[in-house]
């Protein structure tokens, strides 16, 4: 398997346009996570779904970001409109059903700078 | 407040020489306690799980052992490939699959 996909894996915006980042998990996962790391705040918990559906979004920072996931081999993380304080680098992890409380596999990461 | 904190922020050592590397936590109950390999621009990795006190678990130089308040990450003669941030998580019991991460250490061997 390929592992957890990411795109883009840079992004540079202007303050004000839309972000959409992008995930694949691992086939036969059925938990996805999307995950925030800032020098500042380390790794935070954004969302995260089983079998498609959200089940905790609590993480969300406010009402500008929002996160689908259509099928299980797909998830998005759209941020409208993007601030500065938005610039971060964003994973996305899946896990699979039975071992939730195991590991979590990780992307690789979208670097995103909002000017 | 569930808390995670590991310490030192940083540490250098030289090849060979062994160390320990220490998460402490504070919470309502126990799950889990995780331990995650990051190196510079990719994701973490997972390294290990301890579920009770007293547990451990080994790989390769690696061997992180589990109290009531804390872990640690013991490295026995590392090599500078074993240079990245390690990465401590605990998952609280009663919680949802959300995971409590702490700050990480960075970890240098020099040759």
């Known amino acids: 398997d390929a592992g957890v996909i990411q795109s883009p894996r840079h992004e540079v915006t202007e303050m004000g346009q839309e972000v959409t980042l992008r995930c694949k998990p691992i086939?036969?996962?059925?938990?996805l996570f999307w995950y925030r790391q800032t020098m500042m705040r380390g790794l935070e918990l954004l969302i995260y779904f089983n079998n498609n559906v959200p089940i905790d979004d609590s993480g969300m920072p406010e009402d500008r970001f929002s996160a689908k996931m259509p099928n299980a081999s797909f998830s998005t993380l759209k941020i409208q409109p993007s601030e500065p304080r938005d610039s971060a680098v964003y994973f996305c992890?899946?896990?699979?059903?039975?071992?939730?409380?195991?590991?979590?596999?990780f992307g690789p990461g979208t670097r995103l700078t909002v000017l | 407040e569930d808390q995670v904190t590991q310490s030192p922020e940083a540490l250098r050592l030289q090849e060979g020489e062994s160390s320990s590397l220490n998460c402490s936590y504070t919470v309502s109950g126990l799950r889990g306690l995780f331990w995650y390999r990051q190196d510079p621009g990719k994701g973490p990795e997972f390294l290990f799980t301890l579920y009770s006190a007293g547990e451990e678990k080994e790989k390769e130089r690696l061997k992180a052992t589990l109290t009531k308040k804390e872990s640690f990450l013991h490295i026995t003669a590392p090599k500078p490939e074993d240079s990245a941030t390690y990465l401590c998580?605990?998952?609280?019991?009663?919680?949802?699959?959300?995971?409590?991460w702490g700050a990480g250490t960075k970890l240098i061997i020099k040759p």
């Open positions: 086939s036969g996962h059925d938990y």
């Open positions: 998580a605990v998952q609280v019991a009663d919680s949802n699959y959300q995971l409590i």
């Open positions: 992890a899946s896990s699979p059903q039975h071992r939730p409380y195991n590991e979590q596999f």
